[in-house]
């Protein structure tokens, strides 16, 4: 398989879009819900039990993606840094040597800590400080991603910079992504329960949109950081196979952000207009349209993210 003429490895950029999308999801959800769900349905505590259920399942699903491709990963990364089938990688022993050995190891073991503490927050979910430490837990677990990626390996206070960067959008991510997937969740339990449908969805939108306008301007500014360390020049940029999946990536990141400005812009207020009569049903449709393709671009940008992974960054490649 090759891309740009570069090659690449199927299943690992497969691997990492997935574990890197339900990450994602498992944090975003949780966001989600703290930020958007339970404050837009304090006046309706039946309404607010329902939702908080059916994130938890969700945040249970996507965890379990994540877990599942997370040892995927781990085989795929050992089987490359040994040269070995999988088989010889598992009865040889070298995934324990890349634990132990390896930074890629140690962000594995840190982050399966994380993955089981998130586990048992979510098994104690009753409880307002399991939610907390449950949204912390999946932050940390979103977070540490940064390590297995090109900011894990840069050096000094560039490194810093660059993870830092890389941390921050990350967690941007997560809410956007978390949104597109809660909002559904919450309008159909809203429009099941018959209790103010339209005032529901106008205060969950604008939340959930005043969280966008905040994650696209980190997403904007963590991006252009990365870029500066990873591409730093223009010429870069055009050059390499690096730096043009870079601009596809930018492309699909612009037209989902054209989508979430037709939501912020045009939906969001007709949906509040119409609150009290139950909503226009119209741009509530096109809400969820839009939604579904957003989700579907941003899937698309974490497989391109899955190869960015696997290439050498532009700066090394044109002097």
């Not at 040889?92 to 634990?99: E, P, R």
């Not at 429009?191 to 905040?214: M, Y």
Request: proline share 2%.
């Amino acid at each position: 398989m090759s891309w740009l003429l570069a090659e690449i490895d199927g299943p690992l950029v497969l691997t990492r879009a997935i574990h890197f999308a339900a990450s994602a999801a498992t944090a975003g959800l949780l966001i989600f819900r703290s930020l958007v769900a339970e404050p837009a349905l304090r006046a309706a505590p039946k309404g607010s039990a329902i939702v908080r259920s059916r994130l938890t399942v969700l945040a249970w699903a996507a965890l379990a993606i994540s877990a599942a491709s997370g040892l995927i990963w781990l085989a795929l990364q050992t089987m490359s840094i040994a040269g070995l089938g999988l088989n010889e990688a598992m009865r040889s022993g070298a995934v324990w040597t890349v634990l132990d050995e390896t930074q890629f190891g140690l962000v594995a073991e840190i982050r399966a800590a994380l993955a089981v503490l998130l586990a048992a927050c979510l098994l104690l979910d009753r409880f307002v400080l399991s939610r907390r430490l449950a949204l912390f837990a999946a932050l940390g677990l979103v977070g540490a991603l940064a390590w297995t990626g090109h900011a894990g390996s840069t050096l000094g206070e560039l490194g810093d910079l660059h993870l830092a960067a890389d941390v921050l959008h990350l967690g941007a991510v997560s809410a956007w992504i978390g949104g597109l997937i809660g909002l559904p969740v919450l309008f159909a339990v809203a429009r099941r329960s018959g209790f103010e449908c339209g005032l529901l969805q106008s205060d969950a939108v604008r939340r959930f949109s005043t969280i966008g306008v905040a994650g696209v301007a980190v997403l904007i500014g963590s991006g252009l950081v990365s870029a500066w360390i990873l591409v730093g020049s223009f010429r870069a940029l055009v050059l390499t196979d690096y730096g043009q999946l870079l601009m596809l990536k930018i492309a699909v990141f612009a037209i989902m952000v054209g989508f979430a400005a037709v939501n912020r812009l045009w939906l969001t207020p007709r949906l509040a207009l119409t609150a009290k009569s139950g909503g226009d049903r119209r741009a509530l449709s096109a809400l969820r349209r839009n939604t579904l393709i957003e989700l579907v671009l941003a899937f698309a940008i974490f497989v391109m993210v899955g190869v960015l992974g696997t290439l050498h960054p532009a700066i090394h490649l044109v002097h």
